[in-house]
């Protein structure tokens, strides 16, 4: 039984990510914003659901290396892994815009965490903590984020103007798109919980220990929803969405999910999220160069990412 749920869990994953991808794509038509602004707010704060479930339930228990290692854990997994996948499976063309502000917006959030943890380095605390000033502080730049796109979004529009009638032709019906996104989303969240607790199910069977268990098949369960929904979104030959899913997940994950988290209840900083953390800020240089390089993220630098993720895997392994 247990092995027919992963597999049904696989399977709404992969069908929940087919419609919730067409019913972005329809929505950014609709809607005439370019498909990155839909990628970075509904696609990417749909699939981090269930990293912000996961880190803010911890917080409330008092569980801190939960609450902050799954946050740092799952935008190391879209970095790598997630983004060197969709790579690998249709190159992603990086508009300029992306490479100007939403990629660096993602590197600011990951070095504001960096100085926000930082208390005994920079304060001479006796303990590095994110205090609920420092979540007040990060909810704060999340808003800043959502008044950027905001602003992108109307200018689109603007710039926009009428839609050629080929998009106008497309599927124009509101609460079918509405019902594709929303549905795909539930089937994604819903499978990827059942691949989490089944898989986790199995490897414990199978001799594995809880902590092994949590670094692996739980850290990335959490991102699953990312993976397949950029998966899909690249097959569909739709770049845009796939990488403003990563970039949006990333910036959602740091701003929102760790400042609601810290902002519930102070957490507490493991000296050894500070190597995991320094690693995420480096790659997300090295993807800026990649995607300034020739405006792409190519099968190359996709290999690349993947097998770093690997690298850093067994890296975690034999560190814990």
Known sequence: MTYLLLLVGFALLIIGADYFVKGASAISALLRVPPILVGLTIVSFGTSSPEATVSIIAALNGNDDVSLGNVVGSNLFNTLFVLGVTAFIAPLIVKSQTIRKEIPFSFLASITLLVLMADIFLQDFSDNMLTRSDGIILLLIFAVFLYYIFELARKSRNDFGEQPSKIEEKDKNRVKNGAFTLGGLAAIVFGGDLVVKNSTE?????????????????????????????????????????????????????LFVLGASATISPIRVNSSLFTDITILIVYTIVVLIFALTRLTIGRREGIFLAISYIVYMVYIILRN
Not at 205 to 210: N, R, Y
Not at 216 to 241: F, Y
């Open 202 to 254: 199995i490897a414990l069977s199978l001799g594995m220990s809880e902590a092994l268990v949590g670094l692996t098949i739980v850290a990335v369960g959490t991102s699953l929803p990312e993976l397949v929904t950029s998966a899909v979104a690249a097959w569909k030959k739709e770049s845009e969405i796939a990488l403003g899913n990563i970039i949006g997940s990333n910036i959602f994950n740091i």
